[in-house]
Each structure stands twice: as C-alpha cells, then as structure tokens.
C-alpha cells in the first residue's frame, strides 16, 4: 500500500499500482511503484502499519485507519483505530454532536431517547449480548441441518435416528453452556478467555475455546 504526500499532509491511498501522470502529462506503467526513488518524485510512498486490526471486530467500534506522514523515515505509518464495545445493553439516546448535525427529530433535546420508526427505545447491544445472540445463531443453524426429521416426525410419524436427537441435545447443551459463561463472565477480560484456545508450553492446543465450540455432526448421520 502507498500514500500520496503533500505539504507534509496524506492524501490519497493506493491499494495496488497504477498508472501515473507526472506534471507534463507523460505516463508512467504501475511498475514505477516498484522503485521507490522515482515514487517519491509523484510523492507517493509506502505505508506501513504500526499494529493489526483487533480481533475479533464485532466487539469494537470505529475500526477506521489513521494515517502519518513520516518525513523521517520516507514513510507513511498507518495504525487501526478502534475501542471495546461496553459489557452491557445502553438505551440509545440523542447526543449533542447529532443535534449540531440535525440527525436528531425536531424539538428532541440532548440526553433524549432514540425511537425506532415504531416508536420503541433503540438500544445499543452490548458484548455479553453480541456473543449471546452469536450464539444462538450458530446452534439455529446447526439444528436447522436436521429439521427435516423433526418435520417428518411431526407430519409422518417417522421416527427420528438417535444420532440425530444426540447431535440436536448436544448442540442445546454446548448453547446453554456458552451462554452460562458469557452471562457469568465478570468483565471484557473473563470474556476473551472464553474466545481463546488453551495451549502448552510446546505450542500444541490442550482444549479449544469455549466459545464456539459446538459438536460437529456425528459418523453414521442419516440423510
């Protein structure tokens, strides 16, 4: 990745090469972006990342990237921002900064609550929420791969395997779990315990995290 510098200050991006126009109009072939001499005389230069995206993203907001002229160093440093998402569900209310920009409904004041179209409080879903409902998601799907034996119970009578009533409580059971910890989880820490895998001093994994670790599907499933 490059950026355009001028007076000192980043301008445009460039993701991957590209064909360039000095100032008499004569071309240049996107190889130019391999040699960095001739780069800096467009003052375009490299970009370097000063640390990685955080992981995983749902639980942060912002996500942007800022970048850094480094006249130094004739390089462009750029470093992800983002921040922790709250532990808990927020009421959604109307800030100042909305009411400057007119994002806000007439006469709304600030400290106000925010409405849906229906006129219900928007709320603002925290971690422990986002990881429950991730959750669920998961176990529906999961389950969603054998409904159709619990369709041909309920309208054939047709017995349903044991492997798939097994696999289906499993499921039900890891879901509850998971969600037991994420309730009992103290704070962001506890939390990304439950996301990591537990290693030995070797490096080998003794046991994976506990979040998602569902039950794959069993040998001898019918289909």
Not at 201 to 210: E, I, L, N, P, R
């Amino acid at each position: 990745m490059w950026a355009k510098v001028d007076n000192n200050k980043v301008g445009k991006t460039y993701t991957r090469p590209v064909w360039l126009k000095d100032a008499s109009g004569t071309s240049y072939p996107p190889a130019t972006f391999k040699n960095l001499t001739a780069l800096a005389s467009f003052k375009i230069y490299p970009v370097e990342l000063t640390n990685s995206p955080v992981r995983p993203s749902y639980l942060y907001t912002g996500g942007s990237i800022t970048y850094s002229w480094k006249s130094s160093k004739k390089i462009v440093e750029a470093t992800h921002s983002s921040v922790l998402k709250a532990m808990e569900d927020v009421n959604a209310t109307w800030t100042q900064a909305d009411l400057d920009v007119g994002r806000s409904p007439a006469g709304a004041k600030k400290g106000d609550p925010q409405l849906d179209d229906n006129g219900y409080q928007i709320v603002i879903l925290g971690i422990r929420s986002i990881l429950i409902n991730k959750v669920k998601e998961i176990e529906s799907g999961l389950l969603n791969q054998t409904d159709k034996w619990i369709i041909r119970k309920s309208e054939k009578s047709t017995a349903i395997p044991s492997t798939v009533t097994t696999w289906r409580d499993g499921i039900r059971t890891k879901a509850t779990e998971m969600e037991t910890a994420i309730t009992n989880a103290a704070d962001s820490d506890a939390i990304f315990v439950l996301l990591r895998p537990t290693y030995d001093g070797d490096g080998k994994m003794t046991a994976s995290a506990v979040l998602y670790d569902f039950p794959i599907a069993p040998e001898g499933m019918p289909t």
